[in-house]
């Protein structure tokens, strides 16, 4: 049974009991509403606590796939690494066979060039491929009765052509000499069969003395006549040369030999003493070469930023040849003037347009060799 509340006033006449009844049901429902802000409170906490444990399995998550990919990292690191090989090298030792294989139907021309260290590249030896066995193959040099059978052994560079269909495909390999056999003037040249094949990468190194026919003419800027980066994108900004060659009218320098990736220029005695304080190795300086194309019955003209090498005194010409290594080349911009536009290599390190030239002139050397062969003897080494 619940009691009424009393007046204050009347609380005197209440039973003792009777007070603490009161008290606890009167407290009761006074504390009421703060019982309800507690829970409300605790549901909150126990709400935040979800929170902060998705939370932290979030962050363990992350911090497990930072650390995985970091491990990953380390073993990519740590990982022997593969040297780069170029895709157009081939290695199957099938596919080099059926490759040598074809250039012995085609009797495809083969040029051989000894180089050995310390020793200044000989002449290139032209043979034709006529036969192949299981670990080597033939050359056949006709009219060569010289070559010394010191030579087996040792390294040779090669370089071949095979027909395929309307074009022409360029190999270059190195290999030894396995044996050299003369037959009356006939000699015969055996060589490994290489590990690898090379195709078009030998092409920067494939160099031609340059027929006077087609060499129309040559500037050199170096020094203070060098244009500085921001002209050389105009011709009009550009200093005089320092040196012109002209072939039978001013020769201040001559070019001895030249590939898609570099040339040899030849400086003569009379000019030597006054370019000696600009010939430093690894010094920048810039060549217009002005060319022929009798292909195409019209004038190729490159400009050529070097980077000199490899300068050496000729002790017959009292002169000096030096090294040019091409690092990047330019041709006349579409829009005309004197705009030029400024190119970069190709991949394998050449100026191809100039590498197509220098190809055509080989080609051409090996027809005319072929022809002079029934009349006269091939060179020898």
Request: aromatic share 10%.
């Amino acid at each position: 049974m619940r009691l009424q509340a009393l007046p204050i006033s009347d609380t005197k006449y209440i039973p003792h009991y009777n007070i603490g009844i009161f008290m606890v049901d009167f407290s009761t429902s006074l504390i009421s509403p703060s019982a309800s802000s507690f829970w409300e409170i605790q549901r909150h906490f126990l709400e935040r606590t979800l929170d902060m444990n998705a939370i932290r399995e979030i962050l363990i998550g992350v911090c497990g796939i930072v650390a995985a990919l970091g491990l990953i990292m380390l073993i990519l690191h740590f990982r022997p690494r593969k040297p780069y090989v170029p895709q157009d090298w081939i290695f199957d030792p099938t596919a080099i066979r059926n490759t040598i294989n074809l250039a012995v139907i085609q009797r495809s021309k083969f040029e051989l060039q000894f180089a050995m260290e310390g020793e200044a590249r000989r002449p290139a030896l032209r043979c034709t491929a006529v036969n192949l066995n299981e670990k080597d193959f033939t050359l056949e040099a006709s009219g060569l009765t010289t070559l010394s059978t010191r030579w087996e052994g040792r390294p040779v560079d090669c370089f071949f052509m095979i027909r395929n269909r309307e074009a022409y495909l360029f190999y270059a390999f190195t290999t030894s000499i396995t044996s050299i056999k003369v037959i009356k003037d006939i000699c015969l040249i055996k060589l490994t069969l290489p590990a690898k094949l090379e195709t078009r990468q030998k092409r920067s190194y494939l160099r031609i003395t340059p027929p006077e026919e087609y060499m129309l003419g040559a500037a050199l800027w170096r020094g203070p006549h060098m244009p500085g980066d921001e002209k050389r994108g105009d011709l009009a900004l550009w200093a005089k040369p320092s040196r012109i060659w002209l072939p039978g009218t001013r020769e201040d320098f001559t070019i001895r030999d030249i590939s898609s990736g570099g040339m040899r220029l030849h400086l003569p005695r009379q000019v030597l003493a006054e370019e000696m304080d600009f010939i430093n190795i690894s010094a920048q300086f810039m060549v217009m070469l002005d060319l022929w194309d009798p292909d195409k019955a019209q004038r190729l003209r490159f400009w050529l930023l070097c980077r000199m090498q490899s300068p050496v005194l000729d002790f017959e010409t009292k002169g000096m040849d030096l090294g040019a290594q091409f690092l990047a080349w330019a041709k006349p911009a579409e829009t005309g003037g004197s705009s030029l536009l400024w190119l970069k290599l190709a991949s394998s390190g050449e100026v191809e347009p100039l590498g197509n030239w220098i190809m055509r002139r080989h080609l051409e050397f090996f027809r005319e060799a072929e022809q002079a062969a029934a009349f006269y003897p091939r060179e020898t080494v």
